[in-house]
């Protein structure tokens, strides 16, 4: 993240006023689960002016575009890229707001974009398509179930230009829904290489293994369910053949993809960990973190070092503090 200063942008310090700063860099990639569970985003990569309709298991949806078309999951990064931030601030115990004030360079960068002015400009137009997509549902979020119309956010506007008129800063307000299910922890943790995701179906597929994976070892589900709950348009034999390509070049990060007899689709875990327990780090050593490597997200950095722990075989830690600091340490003199 930019070192801006609150004061310098015009921004109220925080816990006071009406916004939330986006200041933390690294925060780890956070997805809401409902929108990992249902089908709220177009797969498509051209405009795409249809109205959704979707029912599984007591839930409906309806999804409505705008004159510009329906949010796309590339779209959705500006969602987890403000998911992320609320939630490393909410485990720091900062207080947050529905409103975020963010940096265009950040968020491009945060969700491995290039930050050329053409990707300004297609960073607005997704703007333009969240606040114009309209959905109308009754899943629940933070513990509610109403039935209730609106946008993926609220509203957004741009706070500050360049001389050349491209965003630098922009202000986001997020719809009561997802703020709910931010404020209730009703999210999951993605892999940082989600992002590295381009096809738009390995994106959706990817969230639907990481939602019903949990900790299970494995996961399966029937094509034509699967085909239902990715919103994919296309006829379920090449929407078939697709799973079968992604089965061929295994793209997704933490999950080996299988077919089965009986037309159905495994979901293994490629890296669990069965012998050892995750190591636990103290709250002392992570303040020592914070010293360390200030404006960094200690929670993002303790799960990269786990990530670390568990590919080098997860051995036994006589003293995880130790340990972690050490790497803590080593990376910040990268």
């Not at 929108?35 to 007591?58: A, C, K, Q, V, W």
């Not at 085909?227 to 079968?244: N, Q």
């Not at 069965?274 to 490597?293: G, I, K, N, W």
Request: proline share 5%; glycine share 6%; with cysteine.
């Amino acid at each position: 993240m930019t070192g801006i200063s609150t004061a310098a942008a015009g921004y109220p310090p925080e816990g006071q006023g009406a916004y939330f700063l986006c200041d933390i860099f690294d925060a780890m990639p956070k997805n809401d689960l409902a929108s990992m569970e249902h089908p709220l985003f177009s797969l498509g990569t051209r405009p795409d002016r249809r109205i959704l309709n979707y029912e599984h298991n007591g839930a409906e949806i309806t999804v409505t575009p705008s004159v510009k078309g329906l949010a796309t999951i590339h779209d959705k990064d500006i969602l987890i890229f403000c998911v992320s931030q609320l939630m490393a601030a909410l485990n720091a115990g900062r207080q947050v707001s529905r409103t975020l004030h963010l940096t265009a360079h950040d968020l491009l960068v945060a969700c491995n974009r290039e930050t050329s002015g053409d990707a300004y400009r297609r960073l607005r137009e997704a703007f333009e398509r969240l606040a114009g997509t309209r959905i109308t549902t009754n899943i629940t979020t933070g513990g509610h179930e109403v039935t209730s119309g609106f946008g993926l956010i609220e509203s957004w506007e741009i706070v500050r230009k360049a001389r050349g008129g491209r965003m630098v800063s922009v202000a986001v307000t997020l719809s009561d829904w997802l703020y709910r299910a931010v404020l209730s922890k009703s999210v999951l943790t993605l892999s940082r290489d989600y992002f590295r995701l381009r096809k738009p179906l390995e994106r959706r597929i990817y969230e639907l293994a990481r939602k019903h994976c949990g900790r299970q070892d494995s996961w399966q589900i029937s094509v034509e369910t699967l085909l239902k709950k990715s919103g994919s348009a296309s006829p379920r034999r090449v929407f078939r053949k697709m799973i079968r390509d992604m089965i061929q070049s295994q793209p997704l990060p933490d999950y080996d993809i299988s077919e089965l007899p009986g037309d159905l689709i495994r979901f293994a875990q490629k890296h669990r960990l069965v012998e050892s327990a995750p190591p636990t780090v103290s709250e002392e050593a992570r303040e020592e973190a914070r010293r360390l490597m200030p404006g960094m997200d200690v929670h993002a950095l303790e799960a990269d070092w786990r990530a670390v722990w568990a590919r080098t075989g997860a051995p036994r830690l006589r003293k995880p503090d130790a340990a972690f600091l050490g790497w803590v340490r080593k990376r910040a003199q990268d």
